[in-house]
């Protein structure tokens, strides 16, 4: 039998694409080259899978361009970079990667939070820049965590990792909006109450934003909502750029309309707001919010898992249109 063709966009675990190698015909980006989107046409030419890490856009140009391709499997929870319904429309399959990254993103928006409240990064830099020469009593002060209340936006299994660190390790009182209210049993569990965005960010000492990005949560936190939060609060991003405004954040973070943000993402990423860049009340780190060894490596291979489930088996294991499966 002849093996598939599938195509690794980004560089990978030399093991991943040694998994791979056992049963397709392997190209790959080892290179890391940022490939254009007219590049990535021309490597997906006859190949039935793309192996892709979440930057790499796949819309109805692109497959109308790549007939061949049948599965596009994403090392990322996020599919953003997906226009899943061209793919269906195409059958074309997209799969993502859940689960695997949910507690180490969690304790990743923790450290943010963490980093952001008690201003760890810029009193760091005021150290490493020679500027510490005495202890005064007012030096960073910073916002407690224990016993605030922390509000959640978007209460999917990441929300619910954050909740439950933040009402059991740290007791806070949890409040969270989402799309769809949480099963009580679920509540209980992570002792949080549902409660509307405007209460949520009037009332919170710190808002984590774990949202989905999709049209409709584009600027999810802008200078409206920006002006209903507490002068003492933190805003965390740990979901994808384009759910907050980031213009209008580097402003209220000049103002000090709000005290402080951590953000791990960030809109037109790699690139960041250049007036984020200057204001000191910031802590910016580059998407890594999923970075150990240990989850990235489960992440690559779920992603494996996904094309060989599909392309050897016919069971890819966590597809996001399952619709293509019916059709085939
Ligand atoms: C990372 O941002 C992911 O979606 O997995």
Redesign the pocket.
Same mark, same amino acid.
């Given at each position: 039998m002849t093996k598939a063709k599938v195509l690794v966009a980004r560089s990978i675990f030399p093991e991943t694409i040694a998994r791979l190698q056992a049963h397709f015909e392997v190209e790959s980006n080892q290179a890391d080259d940022n490939w254009s989107s007219a590049q990535l046409i021309e490597k997906l030419q006859g190949k039935q899978g793309v192996f892709t890490t %979440?930057s790499e856009r796949i819309d109805g140009a692109l497959l109308a361009a790549c007939p061949e391709l049948k599965i596009c499997a *994403? @090392? !990322? =929870? %996020?599919?953003n970079n997906f226009d899943l319904d061209a793919m269906t429309a195409r059958g074309v399959l997209g799969t *993502?990667?859940p689960d695997v990254?949910t507690e180490t993103?969690a304790d990743f928006g923790f450290a943010l939070l963490m980093a952001t409240a008690r201003r760890i990064a810029e009193s760091e830099h005021f150290l490493r820049a020679g500027k510490w020469k005495k202890w005064s009593y007012d030096m960073f002060s910073g916002s407690d965590i224990h016993g605030s209340t922390l509000g959640i936006i978007g209460m999917g299994r990441i929300g619910q990792g954050i909740a439950r660190r933040g009402a059991l390790g740290f007791g806070m009182k949890v409040i969270y909006h989402n799309r769809s209210r949480l099963d009580a049993a679920l509540e209980a569990e992570c002792k949080a109450s549902y409660v509307g965005k405007e209460e949520l960010l009037k009332t919170a000492d710190h808002v984590v934003l774990v949202v989905p990005y999709t049209p409709a949560s584009h600027h999810t936190i802008g200078a409206a909502e920006l002006a209903l939060m507490k002068p003492t609060a933190t805003l965390v991003n740990? !979901?994808?750029g384009g759910i907050v405004d980031d213009a209008a954040l580097a402003a209220a973070l000049r103002e000090r309309r709000i005290a402080a943000a951590g953000l791990? =993402?960030f809109e037109g990423e790699p690139q960041v707001h250049p007036e984020l860049l200057t204001v000191p009340n910031v802590v910016l780190t580059p998407?890594i !919010?999923?970075a150990t060894v240990p989850t990235r490596r489960a @992440?690559a291979d779920l992603a494996v898992d996904n094309l060989i489930g599909f392309l050897v088996d016919g069971k890819p294991v966590t597809p996001l249109n399952p619709a293509v499966l019916a059709g085939r």
């Open positions: %979440g *994403n @090392m !990322a =929870v %996020g599919y *993502n990667a990254l993103t740990i !979901a994808r791990d =993402v998407h !919010a999923s @992440m």
